[in-house]
């Protein structure tokens, strides 16, 4: 049966939570009970808190403690006493006191332990708040570096792409011996990617300069070239100053016609001026460092091709001087043709000569000297005035002239070599020929069978003194056709040249009509697939009747006038 000791309301907490600890006491509740009993009611009483109400009762050994009221639900603790009438009673409040004492050292553990902890949390929160600092710091310089290397990265690339851009064009430029050809490259390689417009100023009069491309109807270059020209230095006209530095060696000045003209300098000579417009805005420091790199190499390739042009047009003079007028008269036919080089500067080495001696023997020869140029033109005209020297000092024929003249080259210029073939045709008609290593010439029969002249020698020059060259001979048909020709005619990159000689001998045997009209039908068959990148020389004679021949005809003739 179970006995109400205390109803009241819970409006005063402390004399409550008194009443609970007294029945504690009173009832001898088990002391490490009372603080988990006591937190409960006191829980209890907070949740219920004001309008709650406290009955205690004690029954079945248990001390029972109820909070009801205050809106909330009824919230019951109990707790085992050792007896029932209250016996146990701690009278002078002794376990209480014990209690508080116990309550209030783990409330202080507790605060001390949670003072701990806030400077624990607190040094933490400072030590994170230090770690996230030095984490920006260290992710803001990680970005620094990052946009500096992608910085170093765009600036290596864009060097990279500019020295490939100026090693491509170098290249290309170099590929040409021809100046407006290298113009012409370099205004294809630089418009409209760019500049917008590119115009190259030749000297072509001391103190003139003119376009390249022409410019119909032009009076004078734009004021900024001829400064450039004048001064030596590259002259930049900009509209806004812009803030990048100054490039050493170039003049700056601001004006609404933006231009760039850098002077074409090389070994010490300005041959002309660049012009560039810039595609869309103003030209940049980098910008005129690559037009001024551009402008000494297009220099250089120019200066080369003017240089190896004046040499080239010197060397074909020198050689179309040199080639002598052939006999117009007799009983050979002549004809002849020379083409100088077009591809390339390959001019100045080969030659054709033909002349009757004192004692009747006409001589015709063909050569060509190693080498090209001035040099080659030289000992072109050497070796064609040395052949007629020996030829009619000597008298003998074509293998003894040939072997003088090769002992000649060996001992006055070891380093040079030429081929040459050597023909002597008699007054009976027998043709004899001496071939140092020369293409082996044709021989037209008048039914157009065509006979390979196949025997040859040495070059002229090769480092065998003792040698002579061979002589051979036959004696063709009255009205054959006897060709002499030089490797320009034949000679193609991969092909053989047999395959050559034998194309030639199928030209020459269908060509058609007179001696001039056979010529022009075998080059013009020869040459439509060249590219003119050697001379080409061509001698061509028809053998005429023989004296015996013509006498007998004369006979016949006056023999049928006389007859009555």
């Not at 002078?92 to 001390?112: C, F, K, P, S, Y």
């Not at 090693?167 to 390689?189: F, K, N």
């Not at 028809?542 to 004369?554: C, F, S, V, Y």
Request: glycine letters at 10%; proline letters at 6%; a negative charge.
């Amino acid at each position: 049966m179970s006995q109400r000791i205390h109803h009241g309301p819970v409006t005063d907490p402390a004399a409550a939570l008194s009443a609970v600890a007294e029945a504690m006491s009173r009832f001898g509740v088990a002391a490490d009970e009372r603080p988990g009993f006591l937190a409960t009611v006191a829980q209890a009483m907070r949740d219920h808190h004001p309008g709650g109400r406290l009955t205690l009762t004690v029954g079945e050994s248990r001390l029972r403690a109820t909070v009801d009221g205050g809106g909330g639900a009824d919230r019951t603790a109990t707790a085992p006493i050792a007896d029932g009438d209250g016996s146990g009673r701690d009278d002078d409040g002794t376990a209480l006191l014990d209690l508080i004492v116990e309550q209030h050292d783990a409330l202080d553990w507790h605060r001390q332990e949670l003072e701990q902890t806030n400077q624990g949390v607190l040094a933490l929160h400072a030590e994170l708040a230090e770690t996230t600092e030095r984490l920006r710091q260290a992710g803001d310089r990680q970005h620094r570096l990052l946009e500096a290397e992608r910085a170093a990265h765009a600036a290596a690339e864009a060097s990279r792409a500019r020295l490939a851009f100026l090693a491509h064009t170098s290249a290309i430029l170099s590929e040409s011996l021809d100046h407006e050809q290298i113009l012409g490259r370099l205004h294809g390689i630089v418009v409209p990617r760019h500049a917008s417009a590119m115009t190259a100023w030749l000297v072509r009069e001391p103190g003139r300069l003119e376009p390249l491309p022409a410019a119909p109807g032009f009076e004078r270059p734009p004021p900024m070239v001829e400064k450039a020209f004048a001064s030596g230095r590259a002259q930049h006209a900009t509209r806004a100053p812009g803030d990048e530095p100054a490039n050493a060696g170039v003049d700056t000045t601001f004006d609404r016609q933006q231009l760039l003209a850098i002077p074409l300098i090389s070994r010490g000579t300005t041959l002309g001026v660049l012009a560039v417009e810039p595609p869309a805005d103003s030209f940049g420091a980098e910008d005129v460092v690559v037009f001024g790199e551009l402008a000494r190499i297009t220099a250089a390739a120019t200066d080369n091709a003017l240089r190896y042009e004046r040499e080239r047009d010197v060397a074909e003079i020198l050689q179309r001087a040199m080639l002598t007028d052939l006999p117009a008269a007799g009983r050979l036919r002549f004809t002849s043709r020379y083409l100088p080089a077009e591809a390339s500067l390959n001019v100045g080495g080969d030659w054709y000569d033909a002349f009757e001696r004192p004692d009747g023997h006409i001589m015709a020869a063909v050569g060509d000297v190693t080498g090209h140029g001035l040099q080659a033109a030289a000992l072109m005209g050497q070796l064609r005035t040395t052949l007629r020297a020996y030829a009619v000092d000597g008298g003998g024929g074509p293998g003894e002239v040939l072997t003088r003249m090769h002992r000649m080259l060996s001992h006055l210029q070891p380093d040079d070599l030429a081929t040459a073939v050597l023909a002597q045709v008699s007054p009976d008609g027998l043709l004899s020929w001496s071939n140092a290593g020369h293409p082996p010439p044709l021989v037209r029969a008048p039914d157009g069978t065509v006979t390979v002249l196949e025997g040859h020698d040495f070059l002229l020059g090769m480092p065998l003194e003792d040698a002579d060259l061979r002589e051979f001979s036959l004696r063709p048909e009255p009205g054959s056709i006897v060709l002499f020709y030089t490797d320009g005619l034949i000679e193609r990159r991969g092909v053989p040249l047999g395959e050559g000689i034998d194309r030639l001998a199928r030209a020459f045997g269908r060509a058609d009509g007179d001696l001039d009209a056979v010529a022009d039908s075998v080059l013009v068959e020869m040459l439509r697939d060249s590219a003119r990148e050697d001379d080409t020389c061509l001698l061509m004679f028809r053998i005429g009747p023989r004296p015996e021949d013509l006498r007998r005809e004369t006979d016949d003739e006056d023999a049928v006038t006389d007859d009555p």
